[in-house]
């Protein structure tokens, strides 16, 4: 292949570790936002890569989140933030934790 085609890869990273196609029956991969151009996760059916609101999705966003920024800010934002359920989810259980505890909660 010519240089001017081949990835820039900054890593030991293969291609099957940045170009991915969802598996429906699998959990979706890890979503990340770095690289220009490379990390994408492809829709398991679709030719293509997903959306930032289907990556939002696979966060656990709501839909009516509202990111701010162009394109590859909120592609950013996406990848680098907690999933919403998953800080639910810990939350509730350190909660729990102080509760059984007998310290008691002010929420």
């Known amino acids: 292949m010519p240089d001017h085609l081949q990835l820039n890869m ?8 940045i170009y991915r196609r ?3 029956d699998k959990p979706s991969y890890t979503v990340t936002g770095s690289g220009g151009g490379g990390t994408h996760i492809y829709h398991w059916k679709e030719p293509r890569a997903l959306t ?11 839909d009516s ?3 701010l920024g162009g394109k590859e800010s909120v592609r950013r934002q996406i990848s680098m933030a907690v999933p919403p359920e998953g800080a639910r989810v810990i939350f509730q259980s350190v909660l729990q934790m102080l509760v059984n505890h007998g ?4 929420c």
């Open 103 to 106: 310290i008691k909660s002010q």
């Open 65 to 67: 989140f509202e990111f």
């Open 22 to 24: 969802l598996n429906p």
């Open 10 to 17: 900054k890593s030991n990273a293969k291609i099957s570790q």
């Open 52 to 62: 930032n609101r289907e990556r939002a999705r696979l966060q656990s966003f709501p």
